[in-house]
């Protein structure tokens, strides 16, 4: 994949990927070659649940 953007907001504000992750706090945009890489991928309620939370 590649690399297409990184949030250079965080440089003067890191404390935005704990408080806004899915909005402002966001690190890097990546372009993927192969989709099929993101299949092992959890999304953020199997985590919490494989958590126990």
């Excluded at 990184?6 to 704990?18: G, R």
């Amino acid at each position: 994949g590649e690399i297409v953007a990184f949030n250079d907001a965080l440089e003067d504000e890191p404390e935005l990927m704990n408080s806004d992750p899915y909005g402002d706090g966001w690190i890097v945009r990546m372009r993927l070659e192969d989709m099929s890489a993101l299949d092992g991928l959890m999304d953020a309620a199997a985590y919490a649940a494989m958590l126990g939370e």
